[in-house]
């Protein structure tokens, strides 16, 4: 294993052999781009948070975790000399909810690819640093600002206001916008569970390509066709389906919520394994490509019953191994 303060040979965050203060300052101005863009051009936020810790990652991987973290610091401040005009709330704003946990989260892919923990552990690693990292952010912001980012009550008002000209209408669609409202808040936290695992999931692959492509340290991983979930996965599914269940029957109001967000973060993992089956099948069709292209444009056109399937078809590969070879009993 590489000591943190020894740079890894063959590969740099610049072409050639840069110096150390060369990468420091690409590393912080690439970060603090990288958040001045969430910040002005909010529909480029989520793009911005898989690329942004990557910048922090490779400059630990080359150079070490103190280096990283010091570019991160000043990368921090130049973000808020750019947004401060726009306030004190907006430079919270800008450093709890975005670049403390992703740059917290890039120098932890840093650590991991520097210690070659394997995909999984890597993977398993980060996504619980991000947790941790956002966790801790979003309570000091509350602290500070009173507003909890976790709160559905925020969304609730926000959906007031995008339909509210709709709901107003009396037209036909104020029942399924009302249900989607109130659908919504209900899984809000499972949707913000959902989303930063993704996120950070997107972040490992493309910090993981980046170092591929510079000749850097990378895990090896298996092929997305062979994505795979072990069969006691599938008591996360019970938990959620038995919190449903007693919460009506036993008035725990807060169970039942609680399930239900379970049941549907549980429910984006299996659609992540359905799709790997998917693919891996699709890929053993010999030829048929017009069959393979009309099977999923089938599933994309018509999601509420694609995506049933592929979550069902997740299941079932974690219990019974759909892509077991035919005659192979174990």
Request: charged content about 10%; glycine content about 10%.
């Amino acid at each position: 294993m590489r000591s943190f303060g020894a740079p890894v040979k063959g590969w740099s965050l610049v072409s050639g052999e840069a110096e150390k203060l060369r990468d420091y300052v690409l590393c912080a101005l690439w970060t603090a781009a990288c958040g001045i863009v969430a910040i002005y051009l909010p529909p480029l936020s989520l793009p911005v948070s898989i690329v942004l810790p990557s910048f922090p990652a490779l400059l630990t991987v080359r150079r070490n975790v103190l280096t990283a973290l010091t570019a991160l610091i000043a990368a921090a401040i130049l973000v808020g000399l750019v947004v401060a005009p726009q306030g004190a709330g907006m430079v919270w704003q800008a450093e709890l909810l975005l670049m403390m946990p992703a740059g917290l989260s890039g120098l932890l892919l840093g650590l991991v690819f520097k210690n070659r923990l394997g995909a999984t552990r890597g993977m398993l690693t980060v996504l619980a640093g991000q947790f941790l990292f956002t966790g801790a952010a979003w309570t000091w912001y509350w602290g500070i600002s009173g507003y909890n980012p976790l709160s559905s009550a925020g969304l609730q008002t926000a959906l007031n206001q995008a339909l509210g000209s709709y709901l107003n209408t009396g037209s036909a669609l104020t029942p399924t916008l009302n249900n989607f409202s109130h659908l919504m808040v209900f899984l809000w936290p499972g949707i913000q569970v959902a989303g930063l695992a993704a996120q950070i999931g997107a972040a490992y692959l493309w910090t993981r390509y980046r170092l591929a492509r510079t000749g850097g340290p990378v895990p090896v991983m298996l092929p997305f066709g062979q994505w795979h979930l072990p069969w006691y996965s599938i008591w996360s599914l019970i938990a959620g389906l038995g919190l449903v269940l007693a919460g009506p029957q036993f008035g725990w109001p807060a169970a039942y919520r609680l399930g239900g967000n379970l049941l549907y973060v549980v429910a984006q993992v299996y659609l992540v394994v359905g799709i790997s089956v998917l693919v891996f099948h699709l890929r053993r069709l010999p030829g048929m490509k017009v069959l393979k292209v009309l099977l999923v444009l089938a599933l994309v056109i018509d999601p509420q019953v694609g995506a049933p399937l592929l979550i069902v078809a997740g299941v079932l590969d974690s219990i019974v191994n759909l892509r077991r070879k035919p005659g192979k009993t174990s």
